[in-house]
């Protein structure tokens, strides 16, 4: 018996089975959930190979999360695919243009480049919500991805500033849908490596970071620890959590320089 089973989860962002959507979509099946996975773009065709690996394979679906269109017509592809209540939802979207938006070009991105990254990583949070909040009731819970926005990280830039904006909207989002006993929340996870690591010119700096400072250590190349977190706040194990950020990084953003 599992703490999701009977549970219906969506989940966005599978790419390589390194990602930690991917690895939600497994701990999520192993605790007992059905599992459907979207992807958009390039990310569809490495989406549907991938989750061949899960038992069972998931159902996949296109999705551009910032498709006000695609958003509206989700509840209409999921009751045809038999999903006729969502329980828990799993954000794992981002993105930055590496080259104009990232790597130290902070300074020089213009606002065109701030806008698609902070559509595609903050306000489709919020949107993603609302897409499928019809199918959601008391008891659901929304659970995105963050990578702690507290302070400054080397070569993040603007992606950075998005991840701000989504802790914010986390915030928010409880406040609007708690009434309705629906819980919103934010895992901060780690480095780990994934394709969207790759993505950020210097990351790789990150995991010196973390093996210096994280007390309880870190393996950025195991998603495990961050999944395991989401399947618990999908889970009727934090019926009272709500607007949180919890972190999953061994321990670092408790530490000092």
């Known amino acids: 018996m599992g703490i999701l089973d009977g549970k219906n989860i969506l989940v966005t962002g599978v790419t390589m089975n390194t990602s930690i959507a991917y690895k939600v979509a497994e701990v999520a099946e192993q605790q007992g959930a059905t599992v459907i996975v979207t992807a958009f773009g390039r990310a569809l065709r490495l989406a549907t190979k991938v989750v061949q690996k899960l038992d069972p394979v998931p159902q996949v679906i296109e999705l551009d999360a910032s498709n006000a269109d695609e958003l509206a017509a989700l509840p209409g592809k999921l009751r045809e695919l038999g999903f006729d209540h969502v329980d828990g939802v799993l954000h794992s979207i981002a993105f930055a243009n590496p080259e104009r938006a990232l790597g130290g070009a902070f300074l020089k991105t213009g606002w065109d480049d701030v806008a698609v990254s902070l559509h595609t990583s903050t306000y489709s949070y919020v949107s993603l919500a609302m897409g ?55 895992v901060a996870a780690g480095p780990i490596d994934s394709i969207a ?56 953003a408790s530490t000092g320089a």
């Not at 990150?206 to 989401?230: H, M, Q, S």
């Open 132 to 186: 499928v909040r019809e199918l959601m009731s008391a008891g659901s819970s929304v659970v995105g991805l963050t990578f702690d926005a507290s302070v400054s990280w080397p070569s993040y830039d603007w992606m950075g500033v998005a991840k701000a904006g989504l802790e914010s909207a986390n915030r928010y989002l409880a406040r609007y849908l708690g009434p309705d006993q629906i819980s919103s929340n934010l």
């Open 197 to 252: 690591k790759t993505a950020i010119p210097g990351a790789n700096s990150f995991n010196d970071i973390w093996t210096e400072r994280a007390p309880l250590g870190w393996d950025a190349k195991d998603a495990t620890p961050v999944a395991n977190a989401v399947c618990a706040l999908f889970s009727d194990l934090f019926t009272a959590t709500t607007g949180e950020i919890i972190h999953v990084d061994g321990g670092l």
